[in-house]
């Protein structure tokens, strides 16, 4: 049963048994699971629990790390998964804004981007705005993702979205993550050429409506 086979992987994961861990994320590979379906449907619940447990004090800080920092090893041996599909020539850069330090929903979306062929650039957590924009211009992406899950980091992510805006070259800015659920959403109205996508499951289906 699926849900025994959840209970034991996150058992394992609070106790930071990459091997069992890993055990598992080869059965759902071998049972067929596509990327998006273990990064939707088994690391963000997963992950999602964690930060309940952690919330109600149940676990430390120390085991909210530890299970996060495995979750991050499991996706670094899903690598043969990813690289799968030949260069389109389309470059990616995908980065969470300043102060925020919640990478993984970041990285996933890159490997999205990577799994459809885009050359996807990673800056991961906590990005100086300047050095963002500066990274913007010198690479010169067609697509700039931005990660956002801390709503007090909200001015920082929209000063960044407004400098990301004012480049004259033809740029894409798509945005997601926690912060912008529940109707927050709506710090976005005056910056209608920025697209919000709910999950990497809506972006998969944007690069697949741009691939045909
Ligand atoms: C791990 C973790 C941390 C780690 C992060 C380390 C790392 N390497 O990323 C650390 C310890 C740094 C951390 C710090 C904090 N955290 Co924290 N953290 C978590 C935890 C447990 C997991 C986060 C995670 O990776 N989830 C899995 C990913 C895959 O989910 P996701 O980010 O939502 O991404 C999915 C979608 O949102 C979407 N997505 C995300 N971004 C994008 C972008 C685009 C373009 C698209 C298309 C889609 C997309 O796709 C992903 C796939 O499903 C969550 C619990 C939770 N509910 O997620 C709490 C949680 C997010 N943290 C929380 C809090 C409060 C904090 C702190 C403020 C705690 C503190 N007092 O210091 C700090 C803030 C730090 C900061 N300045 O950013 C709260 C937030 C509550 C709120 N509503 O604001 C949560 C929800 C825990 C809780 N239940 O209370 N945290």
């Keep these: 049963m699926l849900e025994n086979i959840y209970a034991d992987y996150q058992k394992s994961l609070l106790q930071g048994s990459s091997r069992k861990c890993f055990q ?71 980065s969470c804004t300043e102060n925020e330090l919640h990478q993984i929903g970041a990285r996933m979306v890159a490997d999205i981007f990577t799994l459809h062929g885009w050359d996807a650039l990673f800056l991961g957590a906590n990005t100086p705005k300047r050095d963002l924009i500066d990274m913007v211009e010198s690479h010169q992406p067609s697509v ?38 529940g109707g927050s959403q709506n710090m976005l109205h005056d910056r209608p050429s920025v697209v919000h996508m709910k999950s990497i499951g809506a972006l998969q289906e944007y690069l697949e409506s741009q691939a045909s």
């Design 24 to 94: 598992t994320i080869q059965h759902l590979l071998d049972e067929g699971w596509p990327i998006l379906r273990i990064y939707e449907d088994w690391f963000t619940p997963s992950l999602k629990e964690v930060g309940e447990m952690w919330e109600h004090n149940k676990i430390s800080v120390a085991v909210e790390h530890l299970a996060t920092a495995t979750t991050e090893h499991m996706m670094n041996m899903l690598g043969p998964h990813i690289f799968t599909a030949d260069l389109n020539g389309k470059k990616a850069l995908v």
């Design 144 to 181: 700039v993702a931005l990660s956002f899950n801390i709503f007090f980091n909200a001015s920082t992510f929209l000063s960044t979205l407004d400098e990301l805006l004012e480049s004259d070259k033809p740029l894409d800015i798509i945005v997601g993550g926690q912060a912008l659920k």
